[in-house]
């Protein structure tokens, strides 16, 4: 990398790991800038996961306040999501690079739907009747969305954050504090089997640790006052070019 394509990695790092902290799909900054400096796909990928870890951590940190009294629920869903990591992971290693490629397309497209659509899905949501541990449903939905997270991470948190929000009863930003926790679980994990068996490059996962680390801290303290709509605009923006690199390589 040159020294511009390296301070654009960390400066997409930044951003990455404060809008995994307040909304999630920070993935969508983080993985196209890593492929717009020439890293393969599934490079890329596994990179960008284990960078965004350390981001993760600052981000739970953060919201240390809101995770208080939720230590049973995330005692039950914690095996679901690094259950699901694993599985994902190991799809992830074992399909050819052209399947990732195909896939992430749609995934991509589906996590820029996801962000777009969240509002919505909120304010449609609140009046729902929920449970305060969300019973087996929110146990497999945390499966699935580490399955997901695992392959590819980019939306894991919005679909958990929606998926908790149909299924408990709990304020929003104490889902949101629940999800960091699942998403570092998650990330966490697939990070520790990328590390082992994968083709990483660890100068781009340095620079995106050393970004999500400042971005999660930022994004725990002030990214709630961030203008949502500039927010989820550039995440759609960026997505989009994503899915143009991906498909005209």
């Known amino acids: 990398m040159t020294p511009w394509e390296m301070v654009a990695v960390l ?7 404060a809008i995994n902290t307040v909304v999630g799909s920070g993935s969508l900054i983080t993985f196209p800038t890593l492929l717009a400096v020439g890293l393969p796909p599934i490079t890329a990928n596994v990179s960008n996961n284990i960078g965004l870890v350390p981001g993760g951590l ?19 869903l914690a095996p679901a999501s690094v259950a699901g990591a694993l599985a994902g992971g190991l799809l992830l290693l074992n399909l050819p690079e052209s399947t990732f490629t195909a896939v992430v397309v749609v995934l991509i497209a589906m996590s820029c739907t996801l962000v777009v659509i969240q509002p919505r899905l909120s304010r449609a949501l609140a009046d729902r009747p929920k ?9 497999l939905g945390a499966l699935a969305a580490g399955a997901y997270g695992g392959y590819f991470g980019a939306g894991q948190g919005i679909l958990l954050i929606g998926l908790m929000g149909i299924l408990i009863d709990e304020e929003l930003q104490r889902v949101n504090a629940a999800k960091n926790v699942l998403v570092v679980l998650v990330n966490g994990t697939a990070a520790i089997l990328y590390a082992l068996v994968a083709d990483v490059d660890w100068t781009a996962v340095l620079l995106v640790a050393m970004g999500s680390m400042a971005g999660g801290f930022l994004g725990a303290r002030v990214g709630r006052r961030l203008p949502a709509p500039v927010l989820r605009g550039v995440i759609v923006c960026i997505g989009v070019i994503a899915i143009v690199k991906l498909l005209t390589d």
């Open 58 to 76: 600052t981000g739970v940190a953060g919201y240390r306040e809101e995770l208080t009294g939720q230590r049973g629920r995330l005692l039950r």
């Open 131 to 139: 449970r305060a541990h969300g019973g087996p449903w929110l146990w």
């Open 11 to 17: 400066a997409a790092g930044v951003a990455g790991g």
